[in-house]
């Protein structure tokens, strides 16, 4: 039995209306994409839609995604329903031109779970199962009843029978790995028949609720997210689209993602999942499948699902054989997406941008003919001349390519130029969202700054970046402080002396010098001696012996909390003051003390699923009174786009932006600069930036000895990239070698390599700085502005 549903939709026509891009390159996609202004938007065009759904479809089956990706689709679904009546006569629902009679009735849907890691207990705070009842059941009044969830921690009352009386799965895979492969191996030990047996315990658990779906007519409307790899659900690359729900394993870029959630992917590498399939999901074919996405890091999965054929390559293609599937996501996230010439030259002019927007086509055509630019001003190879795009640049400007070329060879070159020419008399304040963000962005650039004795450079972490450690490397940091104590190390006149706060420098001196002497003892001796000094100084006591009972407390917490709960704040404290001292250990690589780092821990940082945004007493403040501390001529920050990397780059983003917003006003004669960096979380386009450092191959060694040294919590990547299994600093030379070959081949090898420059000849790498007045800041702060608005009808809940 399939479900007819009804799919009209004025919502879409409404939205259509104001995305001019929709109808200039829908021919170009294979579903549908509607693209708004911010992810503020975007939670509210999810959210109209579904509540238009509902009123058109009551008792439907629904199935809604979990995780942060839905965070303003949930809190706009919740000022609907809150504000229905006013919104239906006066509102938004007013203007689309929403029936007045319709309502939604929530409680008459049927809602399934998508999926679910493989075991995880229901309370665990970021479960889905956890979720759904906090944010779905509850928030927006489904009835429990009709709701079909994944446990896939206790047993049930008839698997408990089969299972003679256990209780969860844990019992049974008591490490808590999770070894598929038992479901057709032959059991070598009772252990091993058990699991096999919870194994199949949970296929036909995953057969039931497919049956579920299907008797009810199929999900009539599906809200999801795509993940790094494209995957749908967890449906990851390669998964089938004739797949059901299942008990699964995930790949490697799907764990990196699950990480930061669950405690490390050292906890996520254990578990498997269960999902509904990519067909469970398109069985009936009027569902109205939507998936959302925010951020340039989407960018490419959102191509390969819209734009190319059925591949299992791309879980999101299988979406394209229902008529009723759509991509809403956000302008950065379409950067990707072809767009027809009309549209270039329509937006090209709307912004007055021809020049920038031909500069862009000419690198971009030139890289992928690998073709150099002086080989396009001298007209060779007739046949690549004929690239649609080098035509399209030619009648943006209403200029001829040779010229073209030449005007963009120039300015790359002077690009360049700017990034080698030597800079001094400048006081800078370096800002950070996390402690290893400046040195992933453009640490070599550093090297050339701290040079010259007429700079000042000041460094400011803004949080306290405690969910980058695990609790695995506390712990270990904890017995070795312990063992420290007992061993008679603080006992000693020297050591007790250096408990005062004035002696921290002595800690990093001492680290180094053990790096330096190939001595690992000095070194736990120095981080040692730092937890000491914090932990005395927090609890106020200067007994020893008091300092082990209360590593003994810490170590009984953190042993008993399970990798991704929910942590007490003093163990906030302790990994943020990790971080802390790791990000000291950087500059005085440099000779910089620790009176030159500042450590602001703003209080919007949280490990909250859904974090909230900056406070102006606590988060603006403290960095408008270290504007006014250190009265810079040069602000560097991350100027990542509508926080396509981690949400605190964009919320630090904002902070910083008011503060300076409010210092500027005081301070009318700064002539302020503004240095936009991004680093692994997001990149800049060459025609984006009017600074490009070359790096060398020494300068790739130096930041890996120095990642390696100093961000010892970050040495084992527990919390990685998807784009790369290994640490930050490989995943950053990794880009920063990717960029340069695009810059090369453009420029021509020659230039770099045939150079009287030294710089140039060496160079192996390129970073790039968007140097920027305070004005052109503002210009580009403005979308920011625009969704902090957005958001402020949204009750903060």
């Known amino acids: 039995m399939i479900t007819k549903y009804n799919t009209e939709s004025k919502v879409e026509s409404f939205f259509i209306k104001n995305d001019p891009y929709f109808s200039y390159n829908k021919n170009l996609r294979k579903i549908p994409v509607i693209i708004v202004d911010n992810y503020v938007e975007l939670g509210q065009l999810a959210a109209l839609r579904f509540l238009e759904w509902v009123c058109l479809n009551p008792g439907g089956v629904i199935a809604l995604p979990t995780g942060r990706t839905p965070e303003y689709y949930i809190k706009w679904v919740q000022y609907y329903l809150e504000n229905w009546d006013h919104e239906l006569n006066q509102g938004i629902l007013s203007k689309i031109g929403l029936d007045k009679k319709l309502k939604p009735d929530m409680s008459s849907l049927h809602f399934f779970q998508l999926d679910e890691f493989f075991p995880i207990e229901p309370d665990h705070e970021r479960s889905f199962l956890s979720f759904v009842k906090k944010y779905y059941i509850e928030s927006f009044g489904l009835d429990y009843r009709k709701t079909n969830l994944i446990n896939t921690f206790h047993f049930n009352d008839a698997q408990k029978k089969i299972m003679g009386g256990l209780d969860n799965v844990l019992q049974v895979f008591q490490d808590g790995k999770i070894d598929l492969a038992l479901r057709i191996e032959k059991p070598t030990s009772i252990k091993e028949q058990l699991k096999q047996k919870v194994i199949k315990l949970f296929d036909q658990f995953c057969n039931e609720y497919e049956d579920k779906i299907r008797n009810l007519g199929g999900i009539g409307f599906f809200l999801g997210g795509i993940g790094p790899d494209g995957h749908i659900a967890f449906n990851v690359r390669g998964s089938s689209h004739h797949s059901h729900t299942r008990l699964t394993n995930i790949n490697y870029e799907t764990q990196a993602a699950a990480a930061a959630d669950l405690g490390g992917i050292e906890s996520v590498r254990k578990k498997a999942v269960i999902t509904m399939g990519l067909e469970t999901i398109t069985f009936n074919p009027d569902n109205v499948a939507i998936i959302i996405a925010a951020g340039e890091s989407k960018a490419k999965v959102i191509r390969d699902a819209v734009e190319k054929n059925p591949d299992l390559e791309f879980p999101g293609s299988a979406l394209q054989k229902l008529h009723h599937a759509r991509f809403f996501i956000t302008e950065s996230s379409s950067i990707l997406l072809k767009q027809s010439e009309e549209s270039v030259v329509y937006f090209s002019k709307q912004n007055k941008s021809e020049e920038k927007a031909a500069n862009k086509l000419i690198f971009d055509a030139a890289f992928r003919n690998k073709v150099s630019l002086m080989e396009l001003a001298n007209n060779a190879n007739k046949d690549i001349l004929e690239d649609p795009d080098f035509k399209l640049a030619q009648k943006l400007t209403m200029q001829n390519l040779p010229d073209l070329a030449e005007q963009l060879y120039a ?8 990034g080698i020419k030597p800079v001094g008399n400048l006081r800078f304040m370096h800002t950070a969202p996390h402690h290893d963000d400046i040195e992933l962005a453009y640490f070599p650039y550093i090297h050339h700054l701290v040079r010259s004795e007429t700079n000042d450079n000041h460094f400011v972490y803004c949080t306290s970046g405690f969910t980058a450690v695990t609790n695995d490397y506390v712990i270990n940091c904890l017995r070795n402080l312990i063992n420290s104590i007992q061993v008679g190390l603080f006992e000693s006149d020297q050591f007790h002396n250096r408990m005062g706060e004035n002696y921290a420098q002595d800690d990093i001196t001492e680290y180094l010098n053990g790096i330096a ?55 906030h404290h302790l990994k943020g003051w990790l971080r802390e001292f790791e990000a ?18 703003l209080a919007f940082y949280s490990d909250d699923i859904f974090p909230k945004y900056p406070d102006h007493e606590s988060d603006v403040v403290p960095i408008l009174k270290l504007l006014e501390e250190i009265k810079p001529n040069v602000i560097t920050l991350a100027l990542d786009p509508e926080g396509s990397g981690p949400d605190t780059h964009y919320k630090t983003l904002i902070a910083l932006s008011e503060a300076i917003d409010e210092y500027v006003v005081k301070h009318k004669e700064s002539n302020l600069r503004i240095w936009g960096y991004r680093n692994i979380w997001s990149k800049w386009d060459p025609s984006e930036v009017n600074t490009i450092i ?14 390696n040294n100093c961000f010892l919590s970050q040495k084992s990547a527990s919390f990685p990239s998807f784009e790369l299994d290994g ?29 009287p420059n030294q710089m140039l000849r060496r160079s192996y790498g390129a970073l790039y700085i968007k140097d920027m007045s305070y004005r052109e800041f503002s210009e580009i702060m403005k979308p920011v502005r625009r969704l902090i608005k957005a958001k402020e009808l949204i009750t903060e809940k």
Request: include cysteine; glycine fraction near 4%; charge should be positive.
């Open 584 to 601: 000291e250990l950087v500059w005085a690589h440099l000779g910089i003390n620790i009176d030159k780092v500042k450590h602001l821990d």
């Open 694 to 707: 070359p790096i060398s191959l020494n300068s790739f060694a130096t930041l890996h000895s120095m990642f």
């Open 727 to 755: 640490t930050f600093s490989e995943l950053a030379q990794k880009i920063w070698a990717e960029q340069f070959d695009k810059i090369s081949h453009v420029l021509g090898k020659s230039y770099f390599y045939d150079s």
């Open 517 to 571: 002497r190939q001595n690992k003892d000095l070194q736990s001796n120095a981080i040692s001696f730092r937890i000491a000094r914090r932990l005395l100084k927090k609890h106020l006591s200067n007994s020893i012996i008091y300092l082990k009972d209360i590593c003994d407390q810490y170590l009984q917490t953190l042993e008993g909390l399970i990798p991704g709960r929910k942590e007490p704040d003093y163990i």
């Open 411 to 418: 300015q790359l070159r002077e690009k360049i130029e700017r």
